[in-house]
């Protein structure tokens, strides 16, 4: 099976800017959560999706926002750029049935604000 | 607030040796406990997991070990081989399993 795939891989954007991360999941996967990596909070988890609602939330603000869509896929959007945005921002999927609680990771979207 | 901890930051091992990377947590909620191994430029690979109900779960040189009075697990790489050498990240989830709380992870140096 194709593992996650995230485009774009790396994305340099302006600070006040917007920008959508998308996401495809492992095929069958129907759930996607999407984290945050910055080496002084190291992984922070943003949002979950299954079946296009969000089942969990973390700790951020209203500009970080997501979607799922009817085929799994998902896509991150962060508004209102500011430079504490720039992050690695990966996308995990997992299977509801057996190991539920396992994720698996995609390469990530390097972000960088300007 | 920082639930899962990973006190080592680094750590260096000579090549055939034993490996082990160790994990701390805080909220008594936690029930599964996986560990990811990251190289740079990709994303977290899945290791091998344990449930709250277990105290050792074993995958071929990876072996994991809950200690849950002592909110502590372990990850013990036997015998470690220099392909080991990344980042490994212990996380923690509580029921039902939808978000993971990640430790800062260690980075493993294995030497030849």
């Known amino acids: 099976k194709a593992g996650v795939t995230q485009t774009p891989r790396y994305l340099i954007k302006t600070r006040g800017q917007q920008v959508t991360l998308s996401c495809s999941p492992i095929?069958?996967?129907?759930?996607v959560s999407w984290y945050q990596q910055t080496p002084g909070q190291g992984l922070q988890f943003l949002f979950e999706y299954f079946s296009e609602t969000q089942r969990n939330k973390g700790n951020f603000p209203g500009r970080f926002s997501g979607r799922q869509f009817s085929n799994s896929r998902s896509e991150m959007n962060v508004s209102t750029l500011e430079l504490g945005d720039s992050a690695l921002y990966l996308c995990?999927?997992?299977?509801?049935?057996?190991?539920?609680?396992?994720?698996?990771f995609g390469p990530g979207t390097r972000l960088t604000v300007t | 607030d920082q639930q899962v901890k990973q006190n080592s930051p680094s750590l260096s091992v000579q090549e055939g040796r034993i490996s082990i990377l160790n994990c701390d947590y805080t909220?008594?909620?936690?029930?599964?406990f996986l560990w990811y191994k990251k190289y740079p430029a990709e994303g977290p690979t899945f290791l091998i997991s344990i449930s709250s109900i277990k105290d050792k779960n074993e995958d071929g040189r990876f072996t994991v070990f809950l200690n849950k009075s002592a909110k502590h697990l372990s990850l013990h790489i036997v015998p470690s081989q220099p392909g080991d050498s990344a980042v490994y990240f212990c996380?923690?989830?509580?029921?039902?399993?939808?978000?993971?709380?990640f430790g800062k992870g260690t980075s493993l140096l294995v030497t030849p």
């Open positions: 996380a923690a989830s509580t029921p039902p399993g939808y978000a993971l709380n």
């Open positions: 995990a999927s997992s299977s509801t049935q057996g190991a539920a609680y396992e994720q698996y």
């Open positions: 909220n008594s909620m936690f029930d599964y």
């Open positions: 095929s069958g996967h129907r759930s």
